[in-house]
C-alpha cells in the first residue's frame, strides 16, 4: 500500500481525488500497489465530504508523516507552492504537480533536487492537461533531435479566438461568454495576455533542448488587441488566427521562442484545433511532425495525466525516472526582433493613395488584403519575409509619414 497526499481541493484536486477512488482497482493493477489518500491539503473546510476525515490544513503533517511517499502539489502558484515542492523532495517524497507556473519557474531547480535525492518529480499535467506530451517528448521522441514545436496551449484563448471566427463575436463577448461557460478564470489575465501559454511552451523547450527557458526571457503577446477585422482578413489571407507558443532550435545554439497570435493558413493541422481543445505539434529531425491534440484543461482531464504521473512515481520508486534540464542562460534565447518573418498590417491613413505610395516605396512588394465591411482609410497588407527588426524600422518609417498601424500579425510558418 502506497500513501499519497494531495495539496489542494481545487478544480484539479478533486478530480485527482474522483479518479483514484473511482478507478482504485484498475489504478493498482497498473501500479502494482495499492494506491491510498492519508492527507487532502486544504486551508477551507469541507463538511458532509466522503474525504472529511483526510483533510489536513497543516503542510508539516504531511511533511513529517514518513508514509507519505509521494505528494501530489494541485494548488497552483509558485508560492506557497515552491516552498512545499521542494520540502518534500528534500524529505525524500516524490512529488507529482500539474502546476506550469512552478514548472515553468522552477523546473530545473527542483529537478536537481530530485536527482539528488533519486526521487521522481513529474508533471504530465502542467501542459496540454490531459493529452500526453511531457512523457512523449521526453521518451518516445528521445532518439530525435526535435527541429521546433509550435502549439495552442490556451484553451480559453482558442476558444475565445474560435467564437470570434465562426460566430463574429467580439472579443469581449467571447471573453465574457468564456467566463460564463467556466473556461476563463475570473481574472482571465494569464490566459489572454498569453502568459498561461508561455509558460507552457517553456516546458517543452526546457525539455525538449535540455537547458531551463524562462519565462521572462520569451517574447509574449496575448489576444487583447484581435479584433474581428484581423480575423476578417486572416479568411481573406486563407487561414485564421490563432494564438501559437513556438519554439526553434538555432545552428548558433540558441532558441527562438515566442508566443503571440499568428495567421495560420488553414492546411495547417493547428487551423482546425477549436473551441477549447489544445493542439501541439513537436517536428523531430526522424519523425517530422507528430500532432497532438485533446482537451488541455479541465478537471478529469488534468487529472487523468496527474494520476498517471502518481501510478508512474509508484512504479518508479526504485529506478528514477530521467526526466531532467540543466539551468538556463540569459544569452540562450535569441532577440525575437532578429527572427525572419512576414508581417500582416492593418494600417488607416487619411490619404489612402498616397499611403499605399509609401507603403510600396517602403516595403517593396507587399499583398494587399480586402474585406467587405472595411472602413475608409483602412490598408491591410502582408509584408515579404524579413528581419523583424527591418519590419518595426519599417513601420516606423510609415507612422513618420502618417500611416496609423492599428494592429500587426505574424505569419505563422506551420
Ligand atoms: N487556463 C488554462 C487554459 C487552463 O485555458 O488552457 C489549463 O492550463
Not at 509574449?220 to 479584433?227: L, M, N, S, V, Y
Not at 488534468?302 to 526526466?323: G, P
Request: aromatic letters at 8%.
Amino acid at each position: 500500500m502506497v500513501k499519497i497526499a494531495v495539496m489542494g481541493y481545487g478544480v484539479v484536486g478533486s478530480g485527482v481525488v474522483e479518479v483514484l477512488t473511482n478507478h482504485t482497482e484498475n489504478i493498482s493493477r497498473r501500479a502494482k500497489e495499492q494506491i491510498s489518500i492519508k492527507y487532502i491539503l486544504d486551508l477551507r473546510d469541507f463538511p458532509g465530504s466522503p474525504f472529511e476525515s483526510k483533510f489536513t490544513k497543516s503542510f508539516d503533517t504531511i511533511l513529517n508523516d514518513p508514509e507519505v511517499r509521494i505528494v501530489v502539489e494541485v494548488m497552483g502558484g509558485l508560492h506557497p507552492s515552491f516552498e512545499y515542492v521542494k520540502a518534500c523532495l528534500e524529505a525524500g517524497k516524490s512529488v507529482v504537480t500539474s502546476n506550469k507556473e512552478l514548472v515553468a519557474a522552477k523546473g530545473a531547480e527542483l529537478l536537481k533536487i530530485a536527482q539528488k535525492n533519486n526521487l521522481n518529480f513529474l508533471f504530465e499535467a502542467s501542459v496540454g492537461g490531459g493529452i500526453p506530451i511531457i512523457r512523449p517528448i521526453s521518451q518516445c521522441l528521445a532518439a530525435n533531435d526535435v527541429v521546433g514545436i509550435a502549439g495552442i496551449l490556451n484553451g480559453t484563448t482558442n476558444f475565445i479566438l474560435t467564437k470570434m471566427i465562426r460566430e463574429q463575436m467580439t472579443f469581449e463577448d467571447a471573453l465574457a461568454l468564456a467566463q460564463k461557460l467556466g473556461y476563463a478564470e475570473r481574472n482571465p489575465a494569464a490566459d489572454i495576455e498569453g502568459a498561461d501559454a508561455c509558460r507552457k511552451i517553456c516546458i517543452l523547450a526546457s525539455l525538449a533542448y535540455g537547458k531551463h527557458v524562462y519565462p521572462e526571457q520569451v517574447h509574449t503577446e496575448g489576444i487583447t488587441k484581435i479584433t474581428l477585422a484581423d480575423v476578417e482578413y486572416a479568411a481573406a489571407w486563407g487561414g485564421v488566427v490563432k494564438l501559437i507558443g513556438q519554439v526553434h532550435a538555432l545552428e548558433n545554439g540558441k532558441l527562438q521562442i515566442i508566443v503571440c497570435p499568428m495567421f495560420i493558413p488553414r492546411e495547417s493541422q493547428l487551423a482546425t484545433v477549436d473551441d477549447v481543445f489544445n493542439g501541439i505539434m513537436v517536428r523531430g529531425d526522424s519523425t517530422g511532425d507528430v500532432v497532438f491534440y485533446g482537451k488541455g484543461a479541465g478537471k478529469l482531464p488534468t487529472a487523468s495525466a496527474v494520476v498517471a504521473d502518481v501510478i508512474d512515481c509508484v512504479k518508479h520508486f526504485k529506478a528514477r525516472k530521467y526526466l531532467f534540464w540543466e539551468d538556463g542562460s540569459k544569452d540562450y534565447i535569441e532577440d525575437y526582433r532578429l527572427n525572419t518573418v512576414c508581417m500582416f498590417v492593418r494600417a488607416k491613413a487619411d490619404d489612402e493613395t498616397l499611403a499605399l505610395k509609401n507603403i510600396n516605396h517602403i516595403f517593396g512588394s507587399i499583398t494587399r488584403l480586402s474585406r467587405k465591411k472595411a472602413e475608409s482609410g483602412e490598408i491591410a497588407f502582408v509584408t515579404d519575409c524579413m528581419k523583424e527588426e527591418e519590419i518595426l524600422s519599417k513601420l516606423e518609417e510609415l507612422k513618420s509619414l502618417g500611416v496609423r498601424v492599428e494592429n500587426t500579425i505574424r505569419i505563422g510558418d506551420l
